[in-house]
């Protein structure tokens, strides 16, 4: 992928709990590892959502009579 240059306006405080929490030194780093982890949030639910659509139909007792 290709790189953009860009301004953007950050809480200080937000910052610096980000750089104390990660021991990441440049806010380029902090910002593409903020992006990466929020893709992968936004990915995970979406999958969650996909996959909790199926209907299974569990019958608890019939399982734990199969496993005595």
């Known amino acids: 992928g290709g790189y953009m240059k860009t ?3 950050l ?3 937000k910052l610096k709990k980000a750089f104390a929490l990660t021991k990441i030194k ?3 780093e902090l910002i593409d590892v903020a992006l990466d982890n929020l893709i ?3 990915q995970i639910q979406n999958i969650k959502k996909y996959f ?3 209907d ?3 019958d ?3 399982m ?3 496993e005595q």
């Open 7 to 9: 301004t953007i306006v």
């Open 11 to 13: 809480e200080d405080v």
């Open 26 to 28: 440049t806010k380029t």
């Open 40 to 42: 992968k949030r936004y």
């Open 52 to 54: 909790g659509k199926s």
């Open 56 to 58: 299974l139909k569990i």
């Open 60 to 62: 608890l007792d019939s």
């Open 64 to 66: 734990r009579k199969r």
